[in-house]
Protein backbone atom coordinates (compact mmCIF):
# COMPACT_ATOMS: atom_id res chain seq x y z
CA UNK A 1 0.00 0.00 0.00
CA UNK A 2 2.96 2.04 0.97
CA UNK A 3 4.21 1.94 -2.37
CA UNK A 4 1.47 2.66 -4.36
CA UNK A 5 1.01 5.78 -2.48
CA UNK A 6 4.84 6.96 -3.56
CA UNK A 7 4.13 5.86 -6.88
CA UNK A 8 0.46 8.06 -7.04
CA UNK A 9 2.41 11.00 -5.48
CA UNK A 10 5.33 10.79 -7.84
CA UNK A 11 2.96 10.60 -10.86
CA UNK A 12 0.88 13.72 -9.74
CA UNK A 13 4.90 15.51 -9.32
CA UNK A 14 5.03 14.86 -12.38
CA UNK A 15 1.68 16.00 -13.65
CA UNK A 16 2.68 18.65 -11.19
CA UNK A 17 -0.18 21.26 -12.15
CA UNK A 18 -4.35 19.71 -12.52
CA UNK A 19 -4.46 22.83 -14.86
CA UNK A 20 -2.22 21.51 -17.09
CA UNK A 21 -2.41 18.79 -19.73
CA UNK A 22 -0.34 15.60 -19.57
CA UNK A 23 1.09 16.82 -22.95
CA UNK A 24 2.09 20.37 -21.31
CA UNK A 25 5.44 20.23 -19.84
CA UNK A 26 4.60 21.25 -15.93
CA UNK A 27 4.33 24.70 -14.84
CA UNK A 28 7.52 26.30 -13.28
CA UNK A 29 7.29 29.35 -11.28
CA UNK A 30 9.83 32.62 -11.06
CA UNK A 31 8.67 34.04 -6.94
CA UNK A 32 10.14 36.72 -5.15
CA UNK A 33 10.13 36.41 -0.99
CA UNK A 34 8.12 39.49 0.30
CA UNK A 35 9.06 39.29 3.86
CA UNK A 36 5.95 39.48 5.93
CA UNK A 37 3.86 38.11 8.42
CA UNK A 38 3.10 40.53 11.63
CA UNK A 39 6.77 39.77 13.35
CA UNK A 40 5.62 38.88 16.64
CA UNK A 41 8.53 38.47 18.55
CA UNK A 42 11.74 40.32 18.81
CA UNK A 43 14.18 38.11 17.47
CA UNK A 44 11.99 37.91 14.25
CA UNK A 45 11.99 41.81 13.80
CA UNK A 46 15.96 41.19 14.55
CA UNK A 47 16.79 38.52 11.83
CA UNK A 48 14.01 39.44 9.11
CA UNK A 49 13.95 42.49 6.92
CA UNK A 50 10.38 44.78 8.38
CA UNK A 51 7.55 43.77 6.34
CA UNK A 52 6.01 46.42 3.28
CA UNK A 53 3.81 48.80 4.26
CA UNK A 54 1.41 48.11 1.52
CA UNK A 55 1.70 44.59 0.30
CA UNK A 56 -1.04 45.17 -2.74
CA UNK A 57 1.63 47.69 -4.04
CA UNK A 58 4.59 45.83 -3.59
CA UNK A 59 3.23 42.77 -5.88
CA UNK A 60 2.22 45.48 -7.89
CA UNK A 61 5.16 47.42 -8.77
CA UNK A 62 6.50 44.15 -8.86
CA UNK A 63 5.05 43.05 -11.58
CA UNK A 64 5.19 46.35 -13.70
CA UNK A 65 9.02 46.76 -13.47
CA UNK A 66 9.64 43.39 -14.61
CA UNK A 67 7.18 43.70 -17.33
CA UNK A 68 5.92 40.28 -17.72
CA UNK A 69 3.61 37.76 -16.17
CA UNK A 70 4.13 34.73 -17.98
CA UNK A 71 2.58 32.03 -19.86
CA UNK A 72 0.58 28.91 -19.50
CA UNK A 73 3.87 27.23 -18.39
CA UNK A 74 5.67 29.62 -16.79
CA UNK A 75 4.34 31.97 -14.13
CA UNK A 76 5.56 35.37 -11.79
CA UNK A 77 4.93 34.62 -8.45
CA UNK A 78 5.75 35.97 -4.63
CA UNK A 79 5.59 34.08 -1.76
CA UNK A 80 4.70 35.33 1.56
CA UNK A 81 6.63 34.74 4.75
CA UNK A 82 7.96 33.98 7.18
CA UNK A 83 4.96 32.64 8.60
CA UNK A 84 6.00 31.34 12.15
CA UNK A 85 4.47 29.84 15.41
CA UNK A 86 5.60 33.27 16.73
CA UNK A 87 2.28 34.84 14.37
CA UNK A 88 -1.03 34.53 15.66
CA UNK A 89 -3.41 32.17 14.32
CA UNK A 90 -5.79 35.15 13.33
CA UNK A 91 -2.60 36.98 11.58
CA UNK A 92 -2.13 34.19 9.70
CA UNK A 93 -5.73 33.47 8.09
CA UNK A 94 -5.84 37.17 7.31
CA UNK A 95 -2.77 36.77 5.42
CA UNK A 96 -3.34 34.12 3.71
CA UNK A 97 -6.70 35.71 2.68
CA UNK A 98 -5.09 39.08 1.43
CA UNK A 99 -2.05 36.59 -0.38
CA UNK A 100 -5.07 34.62 -2.47
CA UNK A 101 -6.77 38.18 -2.96
CA UNK A 102 -3.79 39.90 -4.41
CA UNK A 103 -3.21 36.96 -6.86
CA UNK A 104 -6.55 37.33 -8.40
CA UNK A 105 -6.08 41.16 -8.44
CA UNK A 106 -2.71 41.73 -9.94
CA UNK A 107 -2.41 37.95 -12.19
CA UNK A 108 0.84 37.20 -9.76
CA UNK A 109 0.99 33.89 -8.47
CA UNK A 110 1.10 33.31 -4.83
CA UNK A 111 2.69 31.06 -2.43
CA UNK A 112 3.70 31.07 1.28
CA UNK A 113 6.68 30.25 3.15
CA UNK A 114 6.73 28.40 6.59
CA UNK A 115 9.09 28.81 9.50
CA UNK A 116 8.70 25.35 10.84
CA UNK A 117 10.64 25.67 13.89
CA UNK A 118 12.57 28.68 14.68
CA UNK A 119 10.32 31.16 15.85
CA UNK A 120 8.02 30.04 18.56
CA UNK A 121 7.88 31.83 21.97
CA UNK A 122 4.14 32.72 22.05
CA UNK A 123 3.88 29.08 22.43
CA UNK A 124 4.47 29.18 26.35
CA UNK A 125 3.50 25.91 27.04
CA UNK A 126 6.31 24.44 24.70
CA UNK A 127 8.95 25.85 26.61
CA UNK A 128 9.34 22.50 28.59
CA UNK A 129 12.52 19.96 29.13
CA UNK A 130 10.80 17.58 27.08
CA UNK A 131 10.29 20.09 24.29
CA UNK A 132 13.79 21.42 24.21
CA UNK A 133 16.58 20.20 22.69
CA UNK A 134 19.55 18.61 24.62
CA UNK A 135 23.02 19.44 24.21
CA UNK A 136 24.17 15.78 25.52
CA UNK A 137 22.37 12.32 26.52
CA UNK A 138 22.37 13.47 30.19
CA UNK A 139 19.47 16.56 28.99
CA UNK A 140 21.47 19.69 29.60
CA UNK A 141 19.13 22.21 27.87
CA UNK A 142 19.96 24.39 24.56
CA UNK A 143 20.86 27.67 25.87
CA UNK A 144 19.07 29.06 22.06
CA UNK A 145 19.32 28.24 19.05
CA UNK A 146 22.46 30.35 16.77
CA UNK A 147 21.73 31.47 13.93
CA UNK A 148 24.62 32.98 10.64
CA UNK A 149 22.68 34.72 8.66
CA UNK A 150 25.49 37.45 8.77
CA UNK A 151 28.98 37.90 10.17
CA UNK A 152 27.38 38.80 13.73
CA UNK A 153 25.20 35.44 14.92
CA UNK A 154 21.94 35.95 16.28
CA UNK A 155 20.64 34.19 19.13
CA UNK A 156 17.09 33.19 19.44
CA UNK A 157 14.79 30.85 20.97
CA UNK A 158 16.29 27.64 22.13
CA UNK A 159 16.22 24.76 19.24
CA UNK A 160 12.81 22.20 19.66
CA UNK A 161 13.12 18.52 20.06
CA UNK A 162 11.25 18.44 16.61
CA UNK A 163 10.22 14.78 17.49
CA UNK A 164 8.39 15.41 20.78
CA UNK A 165 4.46 14.94 20.98
CA UNK A 166 3.91 18.35 22.04
CA UNK A 167 5.65 19.94 19.12
CA UNK A 168 4.40 17.53 16.89
CA UNK A 169 0.92 18.61 18.37
CA UNK A 170 1.78 22.17 17.53
CA UNK A 171 2.66 21.57 14.13
CA UNK A 172 -0.66 19.71 13.46
CA UNK A 173 -2.58 22.33 14.44
CA UNK A 174 -1.03 24.96 12.39
CA UNK A 175 -0.93 22.91 9.34
CA UNK A 176 -4.68 22.36 9.67
CA UNK A 177 -5.42 25.77 9.90
CA UNK A 178 -3.26 26.78 6.89
CA UNK A 179 -4.13 23.87 5.23
CA UNK A 180 -7.71 24.88 5.35
CA UNK A 181 -7.32 28.56 4.35
CA UNK A 182 -5.11 28.03 1.96
CA UNK A 183 -7.93 25.39 0.77
CA UNK A 184 -10.44 28.00 0.74
CA UNK A 185 -7.62 30.55 -1.26
CA UNK A 186 -7.66 27.71 -3.93
CA UNK A 187 -11.13 27.15 -4.29
CA UNK A 188 -11.50 31.08 -4.95
CA UNK A 189 -8.65 31.22 -7.80
CA UNK A 190 -10.36 27.80 -9.19
CA UNK A 191 -13.86 29.93 -9.01
CA UNK A 192 -12.36 32.83 -10.89
CA UNK A 193 -10.51 30.20 -13.81
CA UNK A 194 -7.57 30.87 -12.29
CA UNK A 195 -6.14 27.94 -10.62
CA UNK A 196 -2.56 28.37 -11.51
CA UNK A 197 -2.57 31.12 -9.38
CA UNK A 198 -1.34 29.17 -6.76
CA UNK A 199 2.48 27.78 -6.82
CA UNK A 200 2.62 26.24 -3.33
CA UNK A 201 3.90 26.14 0.34
CA UNK A 202 7.34 25.91 0.98
CA UNK A 203 6.94 24.24 4.48
CA UNK A 204 10.44 24.87 6.16
CA UNK A 205 12.82 28.06 6.51
CA UNK A 206 16.26 26.22 6.33
CA UNK A 207 14.81 23.10 8.61
CA UNK A 208 17.81 21.90 10.83
CA UNK A 209 18.68 20.73 14.27
CA UNK A 210 20.44 24.10 14.85
CA UNK A 211 23.75 24.74 16.91
CA UNK A 212 23.67 26.16 20.39
CA UNK A 213 24.50 29.95 20.45
CA UNK A 214 26.32 29.74 24.04
CA UNK A 215 28.08 26.51 23.79
CA UNK A 216 28.48 26.12 19.69
CA UNK A 217 27.61 22.39 20.52
CA UNK A 218 25.11 20.18 18.51
CA UNK A 219 22.37 19.29 20.10
CA UNK A 220 19.67 16.73 18.75
CA UNK A 221 20.14 14.22 22.09
CA UNK A 222 16.31 14.52 22.99
CA UNK A 223 15.41 14.04 18.93
CA UNK A 224 17.74 10.72 19.12
CA UNK A 225 15.96 9.59 22.47
CA UNK A 226 12.48 10.05 21.66
CA UNK A 227 13.88 7.83 18.42
CA UNK A 228 14.46 4.80 21.03
CA UNK A 229 18.11 5.61 21.40
CA UNK A 230 20.46 6.34 24.92
CA UNK A 231 23.98 6.58 26.04
CA UNK A 232 23.76 3.10 26.76
CA UNK A 233 22.17 2.12 22.91
CA UNK A 234 23.21 5.13 20.38
CA UNK A 235 22.83 4.92 16.95
CA UNK A 236 25.83 3.43 15.14
CA UNK A 237 26.33 6.73 13.63
CA UNK A 238 24.31 10.01 15.33
CA UNK A 239 24.69 12.68 12.97
CA UNK A 240 23.34 10.53 10.31
CA UNK A 241 20.55 9.40 12.55
CA UNK A 242 19.78 13.10 13.55
CA UNK A 243 19.81 13.75 9.74
CA UNK A 244 17.01 11.06 9.18
CA UNK A 245 14.89 12.37 11.98
CA UNK A 246 14.95 15.94 9.95
CA UNK A 247 13.91 14.11 7.21
CA UNK A 248 11.01 13.11 8.92
CA UNK A 249 10.43 16.11 10.24
CA UNK A 250 10.03 17.84 6.76
CA UNK A 251 7.38 15.36 5.92
CA UNK A 252 5.57 15.30 8.93
CA UNK A 253 5.09 19.04 8.35
CA UNK A 254 3.90 18.15 4.56
CA UNK A 255 1.83 15.97 4.97
CA UNK A 256 -0.33 17.52 8.24
CA UNK A 257 -0.83 20.15 5.25
CA UNK A 258 -1.56 17.77 2.25
CA UNK A 259 -4.05 16.37 4.91
CA UNK A 260 -5.80 19.89 5.34
CA UNK A 261 -6.38 20.56 1.88
CA UNK A 262 -2.88 21.74 0.12
CA UNK A 263 -2.52 20.01 -2.95
CA UNK A 264 0.21 16.77 -3.52
CA UNK A 265 3.23 18.10 -5.28
CA UNK A 266 2.34 21.46 -4.48
CA UNK A 267 4.67 21.06 -0.95
CA UNK A 268 8.35 21.82 -1.29
CA UNK A 269 10.77 21.51 1.65
CA UNK A 270 14.14 23.77 2.54
CA UNK A 271 17.29 22.78 3.52
CA UNK A 272 20.60 24.32 3.03
CA UNK A 273 24.47 22.76 3.20
CA UNK A 274 27.89 23.42 1.88
CA UNK A 275 29.08 21.82 -0.71
CA UNK A 276 31.46 18.97 -0.10
CA UNK A 277 34.12 20.21 -2.73
CA UNK A 278 34.24 23.23 -0.52
CA UNK A 279 34.09 21.78 2.76
CA UNK A 280 37.14 19.91 1.84
CA UNK A 281 38.64 22.85 0.82
CA UNK A 282 37.52 24.61 4.30
CA UNK A 283 39.36 22.01 6.23
CA UNK A 284 42.57 22.32 4.50
CA UNK A 285 43.01 26.17 4.64
CA UNK A 286 41.33 26.49 8.03
CA UNK A 287 41.69 22.92 10.01
CA UNK A 288 41.67 24.71 13.38
CA UNK A 289 38.43 26.29 12.72
CA UNK A 290 36.42 24.23 10.44
CA UNK A 291 37.42 21.09 12.61
CA UNK A 292 33.14 19.64 12.73
CA UNK A 293 32.09 16.63 10.54
CA UNK A 294 30.73 17.41 7.89
CA UNK A 295 27.17 16.26 8.92
CA UNK A 296 27.74 18.72 11.64
CA UNK A 297 28.90 21.09 9.91
CA UNK A 298 25.44 20.93 7.92
CA UNK A 299 23.32 20.84 11.22
CA UNK A 300 22.33 17.19 9.56
CA UNK A 301 20.69 18.42 6.37
CA UNK A 302 22.98 16.40 3.66
CA UNK A 303 21.31 16.70 0.01
CA UNK A 304 19.80 13.68 0.68
CA UNK A 305 17.50 14.98 3.71
CA UNK A 306 15.55 17.46 1.21
CA UNK A 307 13.11 14.22 -0.08
CA UNK A 308 10.26 13.96 2.44
CA UNK A 309 7.44 11.30 2.12
CA UNK A 310 5.23 14.65 0.84
CA UNK A 311 6.88 16.55 -0.50
CA UNK A 312 9.08 18.33 -3.88
CA UNK A 313 12.56 18.35 -2.80
CA UNK A 314 13.97 22.41 -2.10
CA UNK A 315 17.05 23.96 -1.35
CA UNK A 316 18.90 27.16 -0.69
CA UNK A 317 20.74 27.56 -4.03
CA UNK A 318 23.55 30.79 -3.18
CA UNK A 319 26.28 30.73 -6.10
CA UNK A 320 28.92 28.30 -4.42
CA UNK A 321 31.62 25.71 -6.15
CA UNK A 322 30.18 21.89 -6.19
CA UNK A 323 26.81 22.57 -4.58
CA UNK A 324 24.67 22.18 -7.83
CA UNK A 325 26.62 19.36 -9.49
CA UNK A 326 26.15 17.69 -6.00
CA UNK A 327 22.36 17.99 -5.56
CA UNK A 328 22.32 16.95 -9.36
CA UNK A 329 23.64 13.60 -7.88
CA UNK A 330 21.34 13.66 -5.27
CA UNK A 331 18.79 14.43 -7.59
CA UNK A 332 19.71 11.44 -10.13
CA UNK A 333 19.25 8.87 -7.12
CA UNK A 334 15.72 9.88 -6.50
CA UNK A 335 14.93 9.42 -9.95
CA UNK A 336 15.26 13.09 -11.44
CA UNK A 337 12.02 14.82 -9.34
CA UNK A 338 10.95 18.50 -10.05
CA UNK A 339 12.42 20.54 -7.51
CA UNK A 340 12.59 24.21 -5.98
CA UNK A 341 15.27 26.60 -5.42
CA UNK A 342 13.33 27.54 -1.82
CA UNK A 343 16.04 30.19 -0.85
CA UNK A 344 18.49 31.87 -2.91
CA UNK A 345 19.61 34.81 -5.32
CA UNK A 346 22.53 35.91 -7.78
CA UNK A 347 24.98 36.21 -4.94
CA UNK A 348 26.50 34.33 -1.98
CA UNK A 349 25.64 35.78 1.28
CA UNK A 350 29.88 36.05 2.64
CA UNK A 351 30.48 38.22 -0.65
CA UNK A 352 27.56 40.74 -0.19
CA UNK A 353 28.87 41.51 2.67
CA UNK A 354 32.18 41.96 1.49
CA UNK A 355 29.73 44.37 -1.45
CA UNK A 356 30.37 42.10 -3.93
CA UNK A 357 29.40 41.78 -7.86
CA UNK A 358 27.82 38.35 -7.50
CA UNK A 359 27.24 36.67 -10.79
CA UNK A 360 24.69 37.23 -13.58
CA UNK A 361 21.15 36.93 -12.60
CA UNK A 362 20.24 34.75 -16.18
CA UNK A 363 22.78 32.34 -15.80
CA UNK A 364 22.11 32.35 -12.07
CA UNK A 365 18.44 31.28 -13.23
CA UNK A 366 19.43 29.23 -16.24
CA UNK A 367 21.50 27.05 -13.76
CA UNK A 368 18.18 26.33 -12.15
CA UNK A 369 15.29 25.95 -14.44
CA UNK A 370 17.32 24.35 -17.21
CA UNK A 371 17.53 21.36 -14.90
CA UNK A 372 14.55 20.70 -13.58
CA UNK A 373 13.48 23.50 -11.31
CA UNK A 374 9.78 24.06 -11.00
CA UNK A 375 9.79 26.52 -8.27
CA UNK A 376 12.93 29.44 -8.23
CA UNK A 377 12.16 31.95 -5.29
CA UNK A 378 14.21 35.01 -5.44
CA UNK A 379 15.57 36.63 -2.42
CA UNK A 380 16.47 40.57 -2.20
CA UNK A 381 13.48 42.41 -4.30
CA UNK A 382 12.61 45.30 -2.42
CA UNK A 383 14.99 44.30 0.89
CA UNK A 384 16.80 47.27 2.94
CA UNK A 385 18.44 50.17 0.92
CA UNK A 386 18.40 50.49 -2.71
CA UNK A 387 22.63 50.03 -2.79
CA UNK A 388 21.76 46.92 -0.59
CA UNK A 389 23.57 43.94 -2.59
CA UNK A 390 20.84 41.80 -2.26
CA UNK A 391 18.59 44.56 -3.11
CA UNK A 392 21.04 45.48 -6.08
CA UNK A 393 21.26 41.89 -7.82
CA UNK A 394 17.59 41.47 -7.84
CA UNK A 395 16.49 44.31 -9.26
CA UNK A 396 19.44 45.70 -11.58
CA UNK A 397 18.74 45.98 -15.65
CA UNK A 398 20.02 42.95 -16.01
CA UNK A 399 18.63 40.84 -13.75
CA UNK A 400 14.72 42.22 -15.16
CA UNK A 401 16.12 41.42 -18.38
CA UNK A 402 16.86 37.94 -17.67
CA UNK A 403 13.41 37.69 -15.61
CA UNK A 404 11.51 38.80 -18.66
CA UNK A 405 13.17 36.15 -20.77
CA UNK A 406 12.04 33.67 -19.06
CA UNK A 407 8.57 34.42 -18.64
CA UNK A 408 8.32 34.77 -22.58
CA UNK A 409 9.11 31.87 -22.93
CA UNK A 410 13.19 32.05 -23.95
CA UNK A 411 16.09 30.04 -23.27
CA UNK A 412 18.33 30.74 -20.47
CA UNK A 413 21.69 30.33 -21.07
CA UNK A 414 23.92 29.36 -18.11
CA UNK A 415 26.70 30.08 -15.99
CA UNK A 416 29.04 27.31 -14.77
CA UNK A 417 30.41 27.79 -11.05
CA UNK A 418 34.19 26.25 -11.00
CA UNK A 419 35.35 24.53 -8.22
CA UNK A 420 39.02 26.33 -7.55
CA UNK A 421 41.70 23.22 -6.98
CA UNK A 422 42.44 22.03 -3.31
CA UNK A 423 44.32 24.76 -1.60
CA UNK A 424 48.42 23.68 -1.71
CA UNK A 425 49.98 21.82 0.67
CA UNK A 426 51.66 23.83 3.89
CA UNK A 427 49.16 26.82 3.13
CA UNK A 428 47.70 26.63 6.37
CA UNK A 429 50.83 26.05 8.35
CA UNK A 430 52.05 29.38 6.56
CA UNK A 431 49.12 31.48 7.25
CA UNK A 432 49.73 30.42 11.31
CA UNK A 433 52.71 31.64 11.04
CA UNK A 434 51.82 35.10 10.19
CA UNK A 435 49.23 35.15 12.54
CA UNK A 436 52.04 34.06 15.71
CA UNK A 437 54.76 36.47 14.07
CA UNK A 438 53.49 39.27 12.28
CA UNK A 439 52.12 41.28 15.96
CA UNK A 440 55.68 41.38 17.23
CA UNK A 441 56.86 42.09 13.89
CA UNK A 442 54.49 45.29 14.11
CA UNK A 443 55.36 46.24 17.02
CA UNK A 444 58.75 46.95 16.01
CA UNK A 445 58.28 47.76 12.77
CA UNK A 446 55.22 49.37 12.25
CA UNK A 447 52.30 48.08 9.98
CA UNK A 448 52.93 50.13 7.22
CA UNK A 449 54.96 47.69 4.75
CA UNK A 450 52.88 45.17 5.31
CA UNK A 451 49.19 46.50 5.45
CA UNK A 452 48.81 45.92 1.55
CA UNK A 453 50.29 42.48 1.49
CA UNK A 454 47.89 41.31 4.38
CA UNK A 455 44.64 42.88 2.64
CA UNK A 456 45.86 40.94 -0.65
CA UNK A 457 46.13 37.61 0.88
CA UNK A 458 43.03 37.98 2.74
CA UNK A 459 41.11 39.13 -0.21
CA UNK A 460 42.92 36.17 -2.27
CA UNK A 461 41.57 33.62 0.42
CA UNK A 462 38.50 34.59 0.05
CA UNK A 463 38.37 34.40 -3.28
CA UNK A 464 39.68 31.40 -3.34
CA UNK A 465 42.74 32.00 -5.44
CA UNK A 466 45.09 29.62 -3.48
CA UNK A 467 47.98 29.63 -5.43
CA UNK A 468 48.07 33.83 -5.05
CA UNK A 469 47.86 33.36 -1.36
CA UNK A 470 50.35 30.49 -1.03
CA UNK A 471 52.83 33.32 -2.94
CA UNK A 472 51.55 36.13 -0.85
CA UNK A 473 52.22 34.33 2.48
CA UNK A 474 56.10 33.51 1.70
CA UNK A 475 56.40 37.21 0.45
CA UNK A 476 54.97 38.14 4.09
CA UNK A 477 56.82 35.47 5.96
CA UNK A 478 60.13 36.67 3.70
CA UNK A 479 59.05 40.28 5.21
CA UNK A 480 58.91 39.23 8.71
CA UNK A 481 61.51 37.12 9.00
CA UNK A 482 64.58 39.23 7.39
Known sequence: MHSIKKLALLFIALLWSSEASPAQEPVRYLAFQIFTGGFDSSAMRQAFPPPPDDLL??????????????????RLGFILGPLAFDNSDEDVRKLIASGFDIALDTGVAVGFHIDDSMFWGRLTSLNA?????????????????????????????????????????????RAALMGREIARGIQKLRAAGRGDLFLGVIAGWETQIGQDFDTGKYPGYCALTNAGYSANHPPADPDVARSRIIAEFAGFWARSLIAAGVPEGKVYSHIAYQSSA???????????????PYLQTLHFTPPAGAFCDGCLPGISTYP???HLEQWQEELAKHGNPPWASSEGTAIDPGE????????????????????????VNVFGW????????????????????????FLSGGTLSETPISVPSLPPEGL??????????????????????????????????????FDAAAALADAILGTIEK
Open 57 to 74: RTVTDLRDRIGAQGNSNR
Open 129 to 173: PENIEWLDWQGTPDTGRRLDWSSKPIKIMPQLCINSKAVKDAVSQ
Open 278 to 292: MYGIARRVHPAEVSA
Open 320 to 322: QPG
Open 352 to 375: AERRGAGMDMEGYLGNLFNHGAVL
Open 382 to 405: GVGEVNNPFRTIAENATALAAYRK
Open 428 to 465: SDKIHRIQAELPGWIQKNGPAEVRGPMKQLDEAIKEKR
